[in-house]
């Protein structure tokens, strides 16, 4: 990757996140710290307003955004090939809100790509058997919930085929057997739960905030579990 290369995609990864340490940026074009700290001075002598704090890392100044990104065939490819596996899934949601940002997408190739695009969309296919029965539609809910630390009340169907109704502080998500599973804290049970998004028959939001979310770590929870069972 040459140096210009490098500095713009360094530019779009600070817009990813609301900050970003150094150390992050090094690990992730494998370059020094010290070309690191070139490469984003490079950025602001050039008047992109990257600002730094000392302990926590550099940031985009609030109102600054890039010209409409643009994509190469071979990411163009990836995109219209990881749709096929997102329209089998099982999540209704997913489905929908990936076509959308998919459709936005190929709306900023050039002609030439959309020609190959959509050559590679009616040559690629993925076929997986399932029961419709087994489908959600509330993944985008609870993605919201998780990153908002809402807590959402929720109707859910048991293995035995009990229905009952929980409030719980939605933490996480995780993908198994072709199905979507959100981590919680059920107020109903006091303890850590975790809940197929298949089984879920019905989700409303809280005005309650989650003080648990704000501190939960998603792997540190698997760790214990798995220690707890070992």
């Known amino acids: 990757m040459n140096r210009l290369t490098r500095i713009t995609s360094i530019l779009i990864k600070l817009q990813t996140k609301s900050t970003i340490t150094a150390q992050e940026i090094a690990d992730e074009f494998d370059i020094s710290l010290r070309t690191v700290y070139r490469d984003v001075k490079t950025l602001q002598e050039a008047g992109v307003p990257v600002g730094s704090e000392a302990g926590i890392g550099y940031f985009m100044v609030e109102g600054y955004r890039l010209p409409p990104v643009s994509f190469t065939e071979d990411e163009a490819n990836a995109m219209v090939t990881a749709e096929k596996f997102v329209l089998q899934n099982m999540e209704s949601s997913l489905v929908k809100n990936y076509h959308s940002a998919l459709t936005k997408i190929k709306a900023v190739l050039r002609n030439s790509d959309k020609d190959k695009v ?113």
């Open 118 to 230: 959509a050559l590679l969309e009616s040559r690629i296919s993925s076929y997986t058997q399932y029961d419709k029965n087994d489908s959600s539609s509330y993944l985008a809910e609870v993605q919201k919930a998780i990153t908002s630390f809402e807590v959402i009340d929720i109707t859910y169907r048991s293995m035995q085929g009990l229905t009952t109704q929980r409030q719980v502080d939605p933490l996480g998500l995780y993908f198994t057997e072709n199905r979507w599973v959100m981590v919680a804290y059920c107020r109903y049970r006091e303890d850590y739960r975790d809940f197929r998004l298949d089984r879920i028959l019905g989700l409303k939001p809280t005005d309650l905030k989650s003080g648990k979310a704000v501190t939960f770590n998603l792997q540190d929870h698997f760790k214990k579990r798995a220690e707890k069972y070992s």
